[in-house]
C-alpha cells in the first residue's frame, strides 16, 4: 500500500462524505461535529493529499488548490491567503503488520468491564459500546492503558491509545496497540 492510499484511507475515517465532500467529523460516539473546510495531509516524501468541506465556497476552493497545487506547507500561507484563523495539526502513524501479533497482557473490554475504568479513565465509560475493538492493559490490579477504535471505515480502524500519566514510557501503550491490532485481525 503507498503512503497516499494510507492517507486516503485515513481521511476516509476521519470524516463523513456526501458527493466527495466532507460533512462531519465521523466519531463512533455520535458527535456530529461539521468538518473543516479543508483537510490536507502530506506522506513522508511530500505528496499532498486534500479534501474539502461541504460548506467550502467556491473562491475558497480556488485558492486552495493554487496553494495546494504549488505544494505550498506553510500554514501561515493558507491563513493569510484564504482568510481563516483556526487551523489545528496532527501527526499520523500507519501500523500495518505482516504477521499475526501477539497480545500477550491484554483484555477484551466491554461495557461489563466498566468497573475498571472508574479509577483511571472514567470519562472514557460512555464510548465501550462504540469504540469496539476495544482492549485494556491491566497492571497491578490497574487499567493503565486503553486502545479502541476511535474512526472506522470500510477500508480501515483509526486506533485511539491513551496511558495515564504513572504507566507512560514503559511499553504499556505498545501493548495496548498490539492487543487490539490482534483484535483487528480477529
Not at 72 to 93: H, I, M, P, T
Not at 151 to 159: P, S
Amino acid at each position: 500500500m503507498t503512503e497516499r492510499e494510507l492517507l486516503q484511507i485515513h481521511m476516509e475515517c476521519m470524516f463523513t462524505y456526501e458527493k466527495d465532500k466532507m460533512v462531519y467529523v465521523n466519531e463512533p460516539w455520535g458527535s456530529t461535529a461539521l468538518a473543516p473546510l479543508l483537510f490536507a495531509g502530506k506522506t513522508v516524501h511530500g505528496e499532498i493529499v486534500y479534501r474539502f468541506g461541504r460548506q467550502a465556497e467556491e473562491d475558497f476552493i480556488q485558492k486552495a488548490m493554487e496553494l495546494l497545487h504549488s505544494g505550498v506547507w506553510d500554514v501561515s500561507a493558507y491563513l493569510e491567503k484564504l482568510g481563516v484563523n483556526r487551523f489545528s495539526r496532527e501527526l499520523c502513524f500507519y501500523y500495518l503488520p505482516h504477521q499475526k501479533v501477539p497480545a500477550s497482557g491484554c483484555c477484551l473490554l466491554d461495557s461489563g468491564g466498566a468497573a475498571l475504568f472508574e479509577a483511571s479513565f472514567r470519562d472514557c465509560i460512555d464510548e465501550i459500546p462504540f469504540a469496539q475493538p476495544y482492549v485494556g492493559v491491566i497492571n497491578n490490579r490497574r487499567l493503565v492503558s486503553i486502545c479502541r477504535s476511535v474512526r472506522k471505515a470500510i477500508a480501515g480502524h483509526e486506533a485511539g491509545i491513551e496511558t495515564i500519566c504513572g504507566c507512560r514510557r514503559q511499553g504499556f501503550g505498545l501493548e495496548s496497540l498490539y492487543g487490539w491490532t490482534s483484535a483487528m485481525q480477529e
